[in-house]
């Protein structure tokens, strides 16, 4: 798998070092004396769950936090960043899970942000030839001179990896690198962190997902709450239930006991459904799609293949074209009310934003899709007291947690505030749940309670539409799983009867004569 | 009513918008929506004309009333991006403090006898364009020769060279920006404060060059919400923001020119025959930004283009903003 | 959280506050107020006035006697109606900036019931004064109705359009003096008849002689009444909770199934009456005419009414009769600007003292740093 000499491994003074680095936040120690040492010439994987201080770590290599104690070496010597600025300075340049590029600007323009150079005028034609011959040397394949709102997701990753390495970056930090993208594109990124490697460059990877991490990395260092739990482990000889117990804390790998339910009565059919985006743009092309009740089905695309719109037309927060029947009624372009009454609960991707008001008590936002109903509306009043009563019931039985059911939602940690939008979707008993993205980001204790309740919800006999860019989470939950490529149904299957890759080509669109095992429900492939 | 000598003047009186429009969509550009305008007009006005008066310099003035917009705008920059305070609020407490303060300095400005104005000249050649020449570049003050230049050279610093490159960055995606070592505070404040300054020059071409003389808080009177409406309607482009404000300057014109004959094009003036009919005319160029502004808006909304995308919203390293 | 530099050996470091007690809010408020009249006081004490005499005076002239504070309620009533006309919007981020234009075209539309006259001559005064008052609602309602159909149908910025409709309003009252209403050619219209005056205090000074030259009148009641209403609306209904949703985040409001585009229609009609009736109240209660200089921008001083008051209709009251005094006073006060600064900075203490609400501002010595990234020397 790697293609370094042990020699270049274990060179007496690391490329990078952190040494005993504390970083506290208020109410939580992030890092709590963590060591980590990089060698060049590797990619050193950082493994640990969501909230383990991974990226927190790196954020303070990368000089966007002050660390409260420790030190940072570079080749030997101690260093201080002050800012990204001064890391970039020193090779060091990180790549952010979510990317920092100005959408409404070219590559090379995204590129040169920051730069001391020209003095004033900016040849735009001069820096895009360079940007082209860096971009061919590498491999990254983009034009310099589109802008960022138009490209994929992986171009735009490509984006960010050209924008340290024309700083002339010796080592990148990549925070979740693949999380938003397709398997073939993975591959991809593979190559290109290998061909990066073999030019002596060092590539910190930050996961959580062990398959990759054993796939690509030369060592593996594994975090837990803070704290390193196995230090530069070599990956050769390393296994996924060593890394699992390392990583949680404990030997299990999360099982989900999936009964098998008969199919019920269609709740949802998508008949032609068609959309577009925020920019105006084709969205959906055509979708239909049906899905049943007590049966999951989860819909896999890469960012910006229509999904989220998907959710949008369902739920009634976006315009379409084409019939959304919801138990028989077609609810297409009708007021969000409608969907709500019709029992479409909506899990939203964007939870501080849409799920939630964040400057309001936990309160309000639990009655938000209640407050007209009794008991907690009365005429045109709402009965406070009965609003209250309801929140503790909820806080208590779905454990969240918050100092009281007075606290703002906006200083409820990741995984509550998603336990407080599931309490409020799942409590209003619905007949179809569209969950977008319902665990990204959560730790693993969240993961498996949001999993656990989606389950309940199939069991109870409701109709899910599961949206989520881990392929892993879909293959494990959903019955069906239809894929969509540029906004049409590129395919649709039994989860059983198919596998990751054959929906990583689908989703790439890279499958146009290898039709799905099922043809898609109402022959929505259009 | 002379059309040309009209369309001159609404130049001169279109270049006092011009100028607070041009700061505003700098500093907008930036991330940071200054309501201000009318208070740092008020303050540039006010202290451009005093300096003058009491140094008989009109170019002392100037560089007064730039100085002094530029500070008062500094409050804003403190209260907005270090504090992280509402900028609608704080817009409009500029706004109230700017006229306070303004009218509190100029107690008894009003009766200072006639001062040294800044220069009016032709520029040769260019004065003996047809139809052009006559309007815009005879007898003009500098300073409208000096909003022809500011125009394209405040485009050109914008989409053409790397300061304009970082400033877009800050104002639409800070943390990229910040990422990449661009300091989204020092830039923000260096707007915020150029900002500050042009509408203290927009006051002091009141006070010095168009209108002279100080008359309380009717020395800008509302001219400088007009402004902060131009940029909506110019979707922050200074050449478009200039074409409204010299448009809007020669609306201003021609209402007020149509008060006086007593006929306009052979038929009776309702304006000249019936005085009270004159506050329609008033009303007109607050109805025209009002057209401007839905037509700027609705353009924004189907374009799907318009306002930098973290203009309003306090940037925090690490946060994503709301 | 945020180091903020200087070219000082320490810095300010901002940490979200987790819990908030109960005394800080209020203890920030008072604070900021004690500060901003330092600062105002140094201006003044700058431009040659004696700040402490400025202050005795505006306490004399607003609380000295029965008298004085009487009058400090007349100039306070249209301040609480303007106030909870900008609270109310501003609980839904809705930047109403056209109570002083709302005020206008409320006191335009309740004079057009005298002037026209809507009414017969002889009417009884109770129904010429509710007929008034509706009317004056509604002329404040439609004018706050035309920045809120742009801002719904077309996106259109309030503020401007609220300003430039303020400016509008002025001209066009202006119009209606000079021109079909005037009175001798003077700005000002005809004297209302008796009916068409709301009952002042004194009217009962007959019976009790103590209430001589006491102005307070009718308005003031209906005030409080709408304080009490508007609180009820903003805080027990459920209008008001879906004006709070909206406020605070309008994507998960649109998400919760509330129509947004309705409710800006709704707000800014309410909003617009609530100012209107201000504007009823003053020709009704004060002025007895309509003349075009009646409102020494009541309008304005309501966005710091309701923005001292936390947007709480309740607290409206007693800080709109605080700057009631403040404009009683101000009439008196050389130099004239002076009220105006005083409510500029009184504002910016407010919100920049909202920061320690938010966060604990944290003073970090900065230690020194040996190697400025490891680059080669």
């Known amino acids: ?526 | 009513m002379d059309l040309q000598l009209i369309m001159a003047a609404g130049i001169a009186v279109g270049t006092i918008l011009l100028f607070a429009a041009v700061g505003e969509i700098l500093a907008e550009r930036a991330g940071v929506i200054n309501l201000g305008v009318e208070g740092m007009m008020l303050i540039g006005a006010v202290v451009g004309y005093a300096t003058a008066v009491s140094t008989g310099n009109a170019w002392l003035g100037v560089a007064g009333a730039m100085l002094a917009g530029g500070l008062l705008s500094l409050l804003h920059a403190i209260v907005t991006i270090t504090l992280r305070a509402d900028q609608v609020v704080s817009g409009l407490a500029l706004t109230f403090l700017g006229t306070g303060l303004a009218r509190v300095l100029g107690e008894g400005l009003s009766k200072a006898g006639a001062i040294s104005l800044l220069p009016r000249f032709s520029v040769p050649l260019l004065s003996d364009i047809p139809v052009l020449g006559p309007i815009a570049f005879t007898e003009q003050s500098i300073l409208v020769y000096v909003g022809y230049l500011l125009v394209p050279a405040t485009w050109y610093w914008i989409n053409r060279t790397r300061p304009g490159l970082h400033l877009r960055s800050v104002g639409e995606e800070p943390a990229a920006a910040d990422a990449l070592g661009v300091s989204v505070y020092a830039t923000r404040y260096r707007y915020v404060f150029i900002g500050g300054m042009l509408s203290g020059l927009a006051g002091a071409t009141i006070t010095l060059a168009v209108q002279p003389g100080w008359f309380g808080a009717l020395t800008v009177n509302g001219r400088g919400w007009i402004a902060v409406g131009l940029v909506i309607f110019a979707q922050w482009s200074p050449f478009r923001a200039a074409a409204g404000a010299y448009l809007f300057g020669a609306v201003v014109q021609l209402t007020l020119a149509m008060q006086l004959p007593p006929t306009i094009l052979g038929l009776a003036n309702p304006f000249f025959q019936y005085h009270a009919n004159t506050f329609f005319l008033e009303m007109l160029p607050y109805a025209l930004v009002l057209v401007a502004l839905v037509v700027g808006s609705r353009d924004a909304m189907r374009k799907r283009i318009g306002a930098p995308a973290a203009l309003g919203i306090p940037y925090v390293r690490g946060e994503r903003g709301r | 959280m945020t180091t903020l530099r200087g070219g000082v050996p320490f810095s300010l470091r901002l940490e979200p506050r987790l819990e908030v007690s109960r005394w800080l809010s209020p203890a920030l408020t008072a604070g900021a107020l004690v500060v901003a009249l330092v600062i105002s006081g140094l201006i003044l004490g700058m431009v040659g006035a004696d700040p402490i005499r400025v202050y005795l005076h505006i306490v004399g002239s607003s609380l000295g006697s029965v008298g004085a504070i009487s009058d400090t309620l007349v100039k306070s009533t249209p301040l609480i109606l303007t106030g909870l006309a900008c609270a109310l919007a501003f609980r839904m981020r809705l930047w109403n900036i056209g109570a002083e234009g709302q005020l206008l075209l409320g006191a335009w539309a309740a004079s057009a019931v005298v002037l026209v006259p809507l009414v017969p001559v002889g009417t009884p005064g109770i129904i010429v004064l509710a007929m008034m008052l509706v009317a004056g609602f509604l002329g404040g309602a439609a004018w706050g109705l035309i920045p809120g159909i742009l801002r719904a149908k077309f996106g259109v910025n309030e503020i401007i359009a609220t300003l430039m409709l303020n400016s509008i309003a002025f001209a066009w009252i202006q119009y209606w003096v000079f021109g079909p209403w005037t009175e001798g050619g003077f700005q000002m219209s005809e004297q209302f008849p008796t009916e068409a005056w709301l009952p002042r205090l004194s009217d009962l000074a007959d019976a009790i002689p103590a209430l001589r030259g006491l102005t307070v009148h009718g308005g003031f009641l209906i005030a409080l009444a709408a304080a009490v209403v508007v609180w009820l609306v903003v805080e027990r209904s459920a209008w008001g909770y879906e004006i709070r949703l909206i406020g605070d985040s309008p994507r998960a409001a649109k998400y919760a199934g509330i129509r947004i585009a309705r409710n800006i229609l709704l707000v800014f009609a309410v909003s617009g009456g609530l100012a209107g009736i201000a504007g009823m109240a003053e020709v009704a209660g004060v002025v007895h005419r309509l003349q075009d200089n009646f409102s020494p921008g009541y309008g304005y001083t309501a966005i710091i009414v309701a923005y001292l008051a936390k947007f709480n209709p309740l607290r409206v009251v007693p800080v709109a009769i605080l700057f009631g005094a403040l404009i009683l006073a101000g009439r008196e006060i050389q130099p004239s600007g002076v009220p105006g600064m005083i409510q500029g900075i009184i504002l910016f203490c407010l919100i920049a003292s909202e920061v320690f609400l938010r966060f604990r501002v944290l003073i970090v010595h900065r230690q020194p740093v040996a190697a400025v990234a490891g680059v080669e020397e």
């Open chain 1, 1 to 526: 798998m790697s293609t370094q000499t042990p020699t270049a491994v274990a060179s007496p003074a690391p490329a990078v070092g952190l040494r005993g680095i504390v970083k506290r936040f208020p109410g939580v120690v992030a890092n709590d004396g963590v060591d980590f040492a990089l060698a060049a010439g590797e990619v050193h994987a950082l493994l640990g769950e969501n909230g383990a201080g991974k990226s927190t770590l790196m954020n303070i290599l990368d000089g966007l936090y002050q660390p409260d104690a420790g030190e940072i070496l570079m080749d030997g010597r101690p260093v201080a960043f002050r800012s990204p600025r001064d890391a970039i300075a020193a090779g060091l340049g990180m790549i952010h899970q979510h990317f920092t590029l100005v959408a409404s600007m070219t590559v090379t323009e995204n590129i040169l942000i920051g730069l001391d150079r020209p003095r004033l005028r900016l040849d735009l034609r001069r820096y895009d030839a360079e940007v082209g011959r860096l971009a061919e040397a590498h491999g990254l394949n983009v034009d310099p001179r589109a802008k960022v709102w138009q490209l994929s997701v992986g171009e735009r990753q490509r984006v960010e990896i050209l924008k340290v390495l024309y700083r002339g970056a010796r080592v990148l930090i990549m925070d979740e690198p693949t999380a938003v993208l397709a398997p073939l594109e993975v591959d991809d990124l593979f190559r290109t962190l290998r061909s990066m490697t073999a030019a002596g460059r060092s590539v910190v990877f930050i996961s959580h997902k062990l398959g990759e991490v054993l796939a690509i990395a030369d060592r593996i260092t594994v975090m837990r709450r803070g704290r390193v739990t196995a230090a530069a482990l070599p990956a050769a000889g390393a296994t996924k239930a060593q890394l699992a117990t390392l990583m949680v804390g404990r030997a299990v790998l999360e099982s989900l006991e999936r009964t098998p339910m008969p199919p019920g009565e269609p709740v949802l059919a998508l008949e032609g459904v068609e959309a577009d985006n925020d920019k105006g743009l084709p969205a959906l092309r055509g979708v239909s799609l049906e899905v049943r009740s007590g049966e999951i089905v989860g819909i896999a695309a890469v960012a910006g293949n229509g999904q989220s719109e998907l959710a949008e037309v369902v739920t009634g927060l976006r315009q379409c074209r084409g019939r959304v029947m919801v138990s028989g009624e077609d609810i297409a372009n009708k007021p969000v009310r409608k969907a709500i009454s019709r029992g479409v609960a909506h899990v939203p991707e964007d939870r501080t934003g849409v799920g939630t008001a964040p400057n309001l008590s936990l309160v309000d936002n639990l009655i938000m899709k209640r407050y007209r109903a009794s008991p907690i509306g009365r005429g045109w009043t709402i009965d406070m007291g009965a609003a209250r009563a309801a929140a503790s019931q909820l806080k208590d039985s779905y454990e969240i947690v918050a100092p009281s059911i007075e606290t703002q939602a906006r200083l409820l940690s990741g995984g509550n505030i998603q336990r407080l939008i599931l309490a409020r979707e799942i409590e209003s008993k619905p007949r179809l749940m569209i969950a977008v993205q319902p665990t990204r980001g959560l730790d693993v204790g969240a993961v498996e309670s949001a999993h656990r309740l989606l389950l309940e919800r199939r069991a109870a006999g409701a109709a899910i539409l599961l949206i989520s860019e881990d392929l892993d989470e879909i293959l494990a939950l959903a019955d069906r799983v239809a894929v969509l490529y540029e906004g049409r149904v590129a395919g649709i299957a039994d989860t059983a009867d198919t596998d990751i890759n054959r929906i990583g080509l689908l989703m790439t669109g890279g499958a146009g004569g290898d039709p799905a095992p099922e043809p898609a429900t109402g022959g929505g492939a259009g």
